[in-house]
């Protein structure tokens, strides 16, 4: 509904929504998540659809069908705190992504000074997503040092305090658009 009054101001941009791994595997899940945005008018690709490994790992062939068949109708898919699970490097291929999220844990530790060893998987992390073309994101990104670290590396986004704490939507809908 929110999205919806966006598309009614002339904002174009893209919502990503969190699911869990219940929600994915439910026999249900796609025909509702598109009877929903069809009532609302909500064009598919403004949807990021974001799953952690953990919803990779739940029943990987219910969870590939499902997502293939979203992927078809226009949903875009991110891996959020990528690096922490458990899940098979082998997934990444097979499934429809679009996205990797660099969990929080790993941007912690990296900087242009930083002596610990967080960088090497955070710029392990980059490189895969290159490889797999798809974007990288960084989360929880809270110093300079950090976002200049990232640019350095490549990284295709970011958020994060650095940038600002979560809004609420009243701030959203009082956006002016120039």
């Given at each position: 509904?929110t999205l919806?009054?966006?598309?009614a101001?002339?904002?174009?941009?893209?919502?990503?929504i969190?699911?869990s791994a219940?929600?994915?595997?439910m026999?249900d899940?796609?025909?509702?998540?598109?009877?929903?945005?069809?009532?609302?008018?909500?064009?598919?690709?403004?949807?990021?659809?974001?799953l952690t490994?953990?919803?990779?790992?739940?029943?990987?062939?219910?969870?590939?069908?499902?997502m293939d068949?979203l992927?078809e109708?226009?949903f875009?898919f991110?891996?959020?705190?990528?690096?922490?699970?458990?899940?098979?490097?082998?997934?990444l291929?097979?499934?429809?992504?679009?996205?990797?999220?660099?969990d929080?844990?790993?941007?912690?530790d990296?900087?242009?000074?930083?002596?610990?060893?967080?960088?090497?998987?955070?710029d392990a992390?980059?490189?895969m997503a290159?490889?797999?073309?798809?974007?990288?994101?960084?989360?929880?990104v809270?110093?300079?040092?950090q976002?200049e670290?990232?640019?350095?590396?490549?990284?295709?986004?970011f958020q994060?305090?650095?940038?600002?704490?979560?809004?609420?939507?009243?701030?959203?809908?009082?956006?002016?658009?120039?």
């Amino acid at each position: 509904k929110t999205l919806k009054q966006f598309i009614a101001q002339g904002l174009d941009l893209s919502v990503a929504i969190n699911i869990s791994a219940k929600q994915i595997v439910m026999p249900d899940f796609a025909s509702s998540l598109l009877a929903r945005v069809d009532y609302y008018g909500i064009p598919t690709q403004m949807l990021m659809l974001e799953l952690t490994e953990t919803a990779l790992v739940v029943d990987i062939d219910t969870v590939k069908l499902t997502m293939d068949q979203l992927a078809e109708c226009g949903f875009r898919f991110s891996i959020d705190d990528f690096g922490t699970g458990y899940s098979s490097l082998a997934y990444l291929k097979e499934l429809p992504i679009s996205e990797l999220k660099i969990d929080k844990i790993f941007i912690d530790d990296v900087g242009i000074h930083s002596n610990r060893n967080g960088s090497p998987i955070v710029d392990a992390i980059i490189e895969m997503a290159r490889a797999l073309n798809v974007t990288s994101i960084a989360e929880g990104v809270e110093t300079l040092e950090q976002v200049e670290y990232l640019i350095g590396k490549g990284c295709n986004r970011f958020q994060g305090y650095y940038f600002s704490k979560p809004m609420p939507v009243e701030h959203w809908h009082s956006i002016e658009l120039k």
